[in-house]
């Protein structure tokens, strides 16, 4: 199938392409997936989850987690606060 790739060793499912097979088979997969994963989301909260996990490092089960993990939560730490931090209106100063 085209939507999902499993990973031969561990048997972990990814989702790799949203439009690779027909609606029927996604929801096949829906229905019969083990640990309850996989689920319909409407286009604006598929663009909300990809940017959620834009930082997100999938480690390839049965290794250790290494450093690069580590730095890639500090990114995000980054990230979000630039972000937080722009979208807040400048606070004006009143002389006393």
Request: with cysteine.
């Amino acid at each position: 199938r085209n939507t999902f790739y499993i990973e031969p060793d561990y048997g972990r499912a990814r989702a790799i392409r949203q439009d690779g097979d027909s609606e029927p088979v996604i929801q096949e997969a829906i229905d019969t997936c083990p640990v309850d994963c996989i689920h319909w989301v409407d286009y604006t909260e598929l663009k909300h989850l990809e940017e959620e996990r834009k930082h997100q490092v999938i480690p390839i089960a049965g290794f250790p987690v290494d450093k690069a993990m580590s730095r890639v939560e500090q990114r995000k730490r980054m990230s979000q606060r630039h972000n937080s931090a722009a979208a807040q209106p400048p606070q004006s100063k009143k002389l006393s």
